[in-house]
């Protein structure tokens, strides 16, 4: 599977997916960073999957990955748009190694991976309210996650939140999160990844009020006690 045959992409956009394609699969025999290590699952259920929120994302905007684990989405967005200022955060140290790794050597600009788990670092007044996305992917039920992701983003920002199918008892169970937090669903786009049965899901939530300081509770609490 040729990822340029399903997203329009520069010759020095190829090299730098199969550079990272190549340190993924290199690294993950040292730590375990995925458990999709075969190349056309690699471009279809990371690449692809990654790119497909690129429509919802300005390709001049301020961008914070959450639990970004081996680097999805926010590297793929990063090398679709060179422009775009992304903070990558995860919790494990390793991970974040590896991150720096590919950004290094795939000599991106206006990256940073960072070391800190969601609830912490969103106390900071550096990062709190200061990026106009916050995205994620199959990081948590969806009331969890808008507890993480929400307190990053400005007003008139936005969540995405990457999904798998049946997500309709999440989005039911997320409507006191979304109040507390200040933030409203602007829309969801159903779709299946090319040449799969592959569901997946993208919520767009809207941040329209600041989110009140005692969001997001201290670390393991919104896991444990969701909103």
Not at 19 to 45: F, Q
Not at 88 to 109: Q, W
Not at 135 to 152: D, I, Q
């Given at each position: 599977m040729k990822l340029e045959e399903y997203v329009d992409l520069s010759n020095k956009q190829i090299n730098l997916f199969e550079k990272y394609k190549e340190l993924l699969i290199e690294w993950n025999e040292k730590i375990n960073l995925t458990a999709i290590t075969e190349e056309d699952e690699i471009v279809l259920k990371h690449f692809i999957d990654s790119l497909s929120i690129a429509k919802y994302v300005d390709k001049n905007?301020?961008?914070?990955d959450i639990g970004t684990g081996a680097g999805f989405p926010g590297?793929?967005?990063k090398i679709f748009y060179e422009d775009l200022e992304v903070t990558l955060l995860d919790s494990l140290n390793k991970r974040v190694t590896f991150?720096?790794?590919?950004?290094?050597?795939?000599?991106l600009k206006k990256i940073d991976a960072?070391?800190?788990?969601?609830?912490?670092c969103a106390c900071n007044a550096i990062?709190?309210?200061?990026?106009?996305?916050?995205?994620?992917?199959?990081?948590?039920?969806?009331?969890?996650?808008?507890e993480y992701l929400m307190p990053y983003v400005k007003v008139g920002g936005k969540c995405i939140c990457m999904k798998g199918p049946n997500i309709n008892e999440e989005l039911n169970l997320s409507k006191n999160a979304l109040r507390e937090?200040?933030?409203?669903?602007?829309?969801?786009?159903?779709?299946k990844l090319p040449d799969s049965n592959l569901e997946r899901n993208i919520i767009i939530i809207k941040?329209?009020?600041?989110?009140?300081?005692?969001?997001?509770?201290k670390a393991g609490i919104p896991a444990k006690k969701p909103l």
């Amino acid at each position: 599977m040729k990822l340029e045959e399903y997203v329009d992409l520069s010759n020095k956009q190829i090299n730098l997916f199969e550079k990272y394609k190549e340190l993924l699969i290199e690294w993950n025999e040292k730590i375990n960073l995925t458990a999709i290590t075969e190349e056309d699952e690699i471009v279809l259920k990371h690449f692809i999957d990654s790119l497909s929120i690129a429509k919802y994302v300005d390709k001049n905007c301020k961008l914070i990955d959450i639990g970004t684990g081996a680097g999805f989405p926010g590297i793929p967005i990063k090398i679709f748009y060179e422009d775009l200022e992304v903070t990558l955060l995860d919790s494990l140290n390793k991970r974040v190694t590896f991150l720096k790794d590919v950004i290094g050597k795939l000599e991106l600009k206006k990256i940073d991976a960072i070391h800190s788990r969601a609830e912490e670092c969103a106390c900071n007044a550096i990062y709190r309210e200061k990026y106009d996305i916050a995205v994620a992917r199959a990081v948590s039920n969806l009331s969890t996650l808008l507890e993480y992701l929400m307190p990053y983003v400005k007003v008139g920002g936005k969540c995405i939140c990457m999904k798998g199918p049946n997500i309709n008892e999440e989005l039911n169970l997320s409507k006191n999160a979304l109040r507390e937090l200040g933030g409203e669903i602007e829309m969801i786009e159903n779709f299946k990844l090319p040449d799969s049965n592959l569901e997946r899901n993208i919520i767009i939530i809207k941040k329209v009020k600041n989110t009140d300081r005692r969001y997001p509770r201290k670390a393991g609490i919104p896991a444990k006690k969701p909103l």
